[in-house]
């Protein structure tokens, strides 16, 4: 990217977060994101960028589960005002009230909805598997079924 200018644009480190106020065109979720490594990241001048102030308070994972679910994106769509373009703006964004249980109750909810990703993810492998398998074991059994029903008895 040599010549090219970077100042048009914010960068997301790790643990951020960056959302569009634009909701109109979305469907019926709201744009929005947290970058969960250790990379920094750049976009656009248009998404609006934050983190969590005290991590010790809030943990960043726990905040994404919060914003990413459905009723989030309800709420964000209901408190979106705009004729042409509909938005939720920073300052509604900051307004949304988020219950903050002890940390090590956010820890276990993130933890525990990590597995369950895994968990989803293994099975979908384990689908796959079964799915390449079974062919080959109904073919199996129909060799054998024509062996007849007195090939068991010697």
């Excluded at 993810?121 to 598997?129: A, W």
Aim: net charge positive; aromatic share 12%.
């Amino acid at each position: 990217m040599a010549g090219v200018s970077l100042k048009p644009y914010k960068l997301i480190r790790s643990n951020d977060f960056a959302y569009v106020t634009v909701t109109s065109r979305n469907g019926e979720k709201i744009s929005l994101a947290m970058n969960d490594t250790v990379d920094t990241y750049i976009c656009s001048s248009s998404y609006i960028v934050f983190r969590c102030k005290d991590k010790s308070k809030l943990l960043p994972k726990y905040l994404m589960l919060f914003l990413s679910r459905s009723e989030f994106n309800r709420f964000s769509r209901y408190h979106s005002w705009g004729s042409a373009r509909e938005t939720f703006d920073w300052s509604t964004m900051c307004e949304v009230e988020i219950p903050i249980p002890e940390y090590h109750v956010q820890e276990s909810i993130a933890n525990i909805y990590n597995v369950l990703l895994i968990r989803k993810s293994i099975r979908d492998k384990l689908k796959t598997q079964i799915k390449d398998v079974c062919a080959i074991l109904i073919k199996g059994s129909f060799e054998e079924a024509k062996g007849g029903p007195n090939k068991w008895l010697s």
